[in-house]
């Protein structure tokens, strides 16, 4: 297990947001933990000095494709990209240093799978580099994946079944609980537990992680076999639950 490192965009900053206020925005109640006054770039810079590959770029909504190139042009090949991705661009993100780009939406429509364009996706750029975001919220009790920067629900729901349908077509999955994204109120335990038992790819965690502990504890009921992200909990995002040198050191011990 390693931890992974983020680049959140918003409106061309570096930001922290809690996931599920993002449909508020136009109403002016987004929630914003942090933004950062450092360009993309310095912490794509940092996470190479320090080693720290496969973390992710999401470009949340228009007007952050300039900071997103500018970071994976400081990191070539050490950070994937997602956010808009589709068939028809995700060779240009590609050549600006995207080790994958990472895809949601372009392969939902009207909530249901639209196995055409997973494949066109995968021809484009090949299974190996294409990452899907399963993204989800909990909705009686299952976990739909959803889609349009976390706001709509599929049909789809994370399980066994569909894990092992979805990793027929890509090579990692990146998979947020949006429910406590931005929280910092300690993770989604049955969805770790979840993802540790049936996927069968390298999968990466998001959501809620407030401390080592927490760290720890998707380790755990991951079985060890996924890593994890850290937001707003991190001191470099104006966090207060756990520095950057110490999730360093933690994929140190962890022989990474």
């Not at 931890?3 to 809690?18: A, T, Y």
């Not at 994946?145 to 092992?164: A, M, Y």
């Not at 079985?223 to 933690?250: H, K, P, Q, W």
Request: proline share 2%; net charge negative.
């Amino acid at each position: 297990m390693k931890f992974r490192p983020c680049i959140d965009l918003h409106h061309g900053r570096v930001k922290q947001i809690v996931g599920s206020t993002l449909s508020d925005e136009q109403q002016g109640r987004l929630t914003t933990n942090f933004a950062s006054d450092q360009p993309a770039s310095h912490y794509a810079a940092m996470y190479r000095h320090d080693g720290l590959y496969g973390g992710h770029v999401i470009m949340l909504g228009p007007g952050n494709e300039a900071a997103a190139a500018g970071a994976l042009q400081a990191f070539p090949g050490g950070l994937q990209v997602g956010g808009g991705i589709t068939a028809g661009n995700a060779a240009h993100w590609l050549d600006q240093g995207a080790s994958a780009v990472i895809v949601t939406s372009a392969v939902f429509k009207d909530g249901v799978v639209h196995e055409d364009r997973l494949n066109e996706l995968v021809r484009a750029v090949g299974r190996e580099r294409l990452v899907l975001d399963l993204s989800c919220r909990k909705r009686g009790d299952a976990y739909y994946i959803v889609t349009d920067r976390w706001q709509k629900f599929t049909q789809v729901t994370v399980s066994e079944q569909s894990l092992e349908y979805f990793a027929n077509h890509c090579g990692e999955f990146l998979i947020h609980a949006v429910d406590v994204e931005g929280k910092c109120a300690g993770i989604e335990e049955e969805l770790t537990a979840l993802l540790g038992r049936f996927s069968p790819i390298p999968t990466t965690y998001a959501g809620g992680v407030k401390n080592l502990a927490d760290l720890y504890r998707v380790k755990e009921l991951g079985l060890n076999r996924l890593d994890a992200t850290i937001g707003s909990a991190l001191d470099i995002f104006g966090g207060a639950g756990v520095t950057y040198a110490e999730a360093v050191a933690f994929n140190r011990q962890e022989g990474c």
